[in-house]
């Protein structure tokens, strides 16, 4: 069966390293340059003191005048990592808040520059996940990808030996497995949908939100939002998913699947190998059936990026920390069953994987000033969360006796985003 493993070095969320080998500095000229000392790292991670201790052994033989390297692991990582940046107690390297994504200006305050996108990008895979006008604050602890991860013997009980590549091919695998399976054809669920919103540069390219602004609507066919929302519609409709999409939680839906009784689900790459360690069926996760010049969509993400605090006390050993922990040295990409961000950590298999798919990254890339003001109108009009808006589109087609129609909740929220981009223009 041809299906490609998203196996991205067993890849969803490798940082670009805040330093590859051009900003490596070139020699010691104080000791304030010197890589020694001691430094604290904040990560987002409560179950990582093995491999942490690990990384810590091997970063201090890299650099024998390290002499401790101090994990400090937080569950309410953000909440409480925000609140410790403005107070300015906030270790010397730390996974950089996600949330802060929405006030991109921000990072300079905080965070010192790794390097500007355009040197970066020659090394590495995304550079655009902690970026402010050019600069980059942040790099990917690991990448993973997104695609639909399945159980291979449902689809060849179905008929199937190729995978889709459209999403009209798409659609017709699942009519086979409901037809000729006992099991639900694809998982959706009411949270996991949210995994959707890193599927609309697959749509519609990483400069998407400049092109729905330039369109003046995000709701007429073909727009990215539009399209996940027709998706969703046909297969609720035809009774492609589950049939109570509000309890089915996703581990339960991951063991369902690994038994055969689910045949696909949206994911991570990062999924695949604990699914399959339930089961024998080869489980296994194909491209995005979006075909852009013959070539099937591969979005990449990182689960955390990893910045340098602007006031450690030790920058030169907390920078020299973030390049070594982005690499395959450190293993912690591998740990987190995820692809190196630096191109030449990749594998074969894994750059066979990029030279024939078409990578695309789930974050937009787009400027300060578009995705302020495609955040603005999304708010004005209800749909700042793809989830709220997936969710409705559901209970739509698994309910169409208790809601409006589909085309009558399309033209809605048509009308709310013409009207609220002209408030914008």
């Not at 942490?52 to 569950?75: C, L």
């Not at 075909?291 to 993400?301: A, N, Q």
Request: proline share 4%.
């Amino acid at each position: 069966m041809k299906l490609k493993k998203l196996v991205l070095g067993t890849l969803l969320t490798t940082l670009f390293l805040g330093g590859c080998a051009a900003n490596k500095k070139e020699e010691v000229k104080s000791d304030s340059d010197k890589v020694s000392g001691e430094i604290t790292v904040l990560t987002n991670r409560t179950d990582g003191d093995k491999i942490f201790k690990q990384v810590e052994a091997d970063f201090i033989k890299e650099y024998p005048d390290v002499t401790k390297v101090t994990f400090e692991n937080i569950a309410d990582y953000d909440q409480t990592v925000t609140t410790r940046l403005n107070g300015g107690e906030y270790g010397d390297a730390l996974f950089i808040p996600f949330s802060m994504a929405g006030n991109r200006e921000n990072y300079p305050d905080y965070f010192e520059k790794l390097g500007t996108t355009k040197e970066l990008e020659k090394d590495y895979l995304d550079v655009y996940e902690a970026d402010y006008k050019g600069d980059v604050y942040g790099l990917p602890i690991a990448l993973n990808s997104l695609g639909i991860i399945y159980n291979e013997d449902v689809l060849k009980e179905a008929g199937i030996t190729e995978v889709p590549t459209t999403i009209d091919a798409f659609v017709k695998d699942l009519e086979k497995i409901k037809e000729k399976t006992n099991a639900t054809p694809f998982y959706s669920n009411y949270q996991a949908v949210a995994v959707w919103a890193g599927a609309l540069t697959s749509f519609g390219g990483e400069q998407f939100k400049s092109a729905t602004l330039e369109s003046g609507n995000a709701f007429k066919e073909g727009m990215p939002i539009r399209q996940v929302m027709d998706l969703f519609y046909e297969m609720a409709s035809k009774g492609l998913i589950e049939k109570d999409p509000m309890t089915l939680d996703s581990q339960t839906a991951f063991s369902q699947l690994a038994d055969g009784k689910i045949a696909m689900l949206m994911n991570g790459s990062q999924e695949v190998a604990g699914i399959q360690e339930k089961t024998k069926s080869p489980i296994k996760i194909m491209n995005f059936p979006v075909e852009t010049k013959g070539k099937t969509s591969l979005p990449i993400g990182a689960p955390a990026v990893i910045g340098v605090n602007k006031n450690s006390k030790n920058k030169a050993t907390a920078e020299a920390f973030v390049n070594f922990f982005v690499s395959n040295k450190s293993g912690y990409a591998k740990d987190l069953n995820g692809m190196p961000n630096l191109k030449a950590d990749l594998s074969k298999e894994q750059q066979e994987l990029i030279d024939n798919s078409n990578v695309i990254l789930t974050v937009a890339t787009e400027t300060p000033e578009a995705n302020a003001k495609y955040s603005a109108i999304a708010d004005e009009v209800g749909v700042s969360r793809l989830t709220d808006v997936l969710q409705q589109v559901i209970n739509i087609g698994l309910y169409p006796d208790k809601n409006i129609s589909y085309d009558d909740y399309v033209k809605q929220l048509s009308d709310k985003w013409v009207n609220a981009a002209k408030q914008h223009e």
